[in-house]
């Protein structure tokens, strides 16, 4: 059926630091915004899409996304990531048979581990970031709290990490989650904290995820999504 199948596949690669949005792809310094749009949902306002045809094209944009993020060394790690990273795969498929159009979207994220302060010895900017970092994660225990307890308003805009996985952890979505724990024994207050966590976020019921599509219009014209952003290019 590849034949009757044309397929576009987009990357994007972000990093939330200090509670501001950088695109990894274009190594700017310029903090983005987030924008809620009806049919598109919540996106990031300017970043940077790049075409991939190959897993190689995927690799590279990680590759090239790594050299651009935040790290930094502390007491407790040399090679400490200080930001949240998010990678999305925008997939984007049309049946030239039935002219319907289906798409999808695929959030990689990974993010930076809550820091006790009196474990790391941080101070000044790596003590400014170990803060974001830890308020960033409170609110994404907020978010899961609030839905595990089915209730009516749910914190997302407390943060722009739980802001921008709204899409993801809305409703019409599967979500999978690892929790990276230490077998130090010096580490076990924080190993119960994020056993906690996960266990948590085990019981919450997002609901079944939808297919969307959009079907060929009755003047046989494939309808096909709003485009909202622009300067997409192809990996070299």
């Known amino acids: 059926r590849k034949d009757d199948l044309e397929m576009k596949l987009k990357v994007s690669v972000l990093e939330i630091y200090n509670e501001c949005i950088y695109d990894l792809l274009t190594g700017k310094q310029d903090s983005l915004d987030i924008r809620v749009q009806e049919k598109e949902g919540v996106y990031v306002q300017g970043l940077e899409e790049i075409n991939c045809d190959s897993m190689e094209d995927v690799t590279n944009a990680m590759k090239l996304a790594n050299k651009n993020r935040s790290t930094g060394d502390h007491k407790m790690n040399q090679h400490s990531s200080r930001s949240h990273l998010v990678l999305t795969i925008t997939s984007e498929t049309i049946d030239k048979i039935s002219g319907q159009t289906s798409r999808g979207k695929l959030s990689l994220v990974d993010l930076a581990g809550s820091e006790r302060v009196s474990k790391t010895d941080a101070t000044g900017e790596r003590l400014k970031e170990a803060q974001n970092i830890n ?38 979505s599967k979500v999978a989650m690892f929790v990276n724990i230490s077998p130090v024994q010096s580490n076990a207050q924080e190993t119960t904290c994020s056993l906690n966590f996960a266990s948590r976020c085990h019981e ?5 995820a939808k297919r969307s599509s959009l079907q060929r219009s ?15 290019k192809t990996l070299k």
């Open 135 to 172: 308020r960033s994660l409170s609110a994404l225990g907020d978010v899961i709290a609030a839905l595990h307890e089915k209730k009516k308003h749910v914190p997302f805009r407390n943060s722009k990490l739980t802001f921008l996985l709204q899409n993801s952890l809305g409703g019409n």
């Open 204 to 208: 919450v019921a997002l609901g079944q």
């Open 218 to 232: 009755s003047g046989s014209k494939i309808l096909t999504p709003k485009k909202t952003r622009k300067g997409s």
